[in-house]
């Protein structure tokens, strides 16, 4: 599986965001989708996934109620929009792909090439 992130950019405080993840090469709908960001220094943290249906999603704590992740499978694509963006936002966000789990370490994920997303307060 190939993986492409895209949408990132630059935003002001309590301004949205959406973010793209096209995937290539195997059946979409096979996998969990989810979205990790990463800020220097710090480890890569979860932030949001979805069964390969779409019938379960999961979300870190810091983004409830403020993003929501998607797919369409006709498309090969997952979204994240984020909405209420704050300055601690700001990250490279990531997306991967799944077989075994939704945001657990997994070994043999796919991980795309990763956006970045900037939010000044």
């Known amino acids: 599986v190939q993986l492409q992130a895209s949408g990132g950019g630059s935003v002001q405080a309590g301004g949205s965001l959406r973010l793209s993840c096209e995937a290539s090469?195997?059946?979409?709908?096979?996998?969990?989708m989810g979205w990790f960001r990463q800020t220097p220094g710090k480890e890569r943290e979860f932030v949001a996934a979805?069964?390969?249906?779409?019938?379960?999603?999961y979300y870190a704590d810091s983004v409830k109620g403020r993003f929501t992740i998607s797919r369409d499978n006709a498309k090969d694509t997952a979204y994240l929009q984020m909405n209420s963006l704050k300055p601690e936002d700001t990250a490279v966000y990531y997306c991967?792909?799944?077989?075994?789990?939704?945001?657990?370490?997994?070994?043999?994920?796919?991980w795309g090439q990763g956006t970045l997303v900037t939010v000044s307060s």
């Open positions: 991967r792909a799944s077989r075994l789990m939704a945001w657990g370490p997994d070994a043999y994920a796919y």
């Open positions: 979805i069964s390969g249906s779409g019938g379960d999603t």
């Open positions: 090469g195997r059946t979409f709908s096979t996998f969990y």
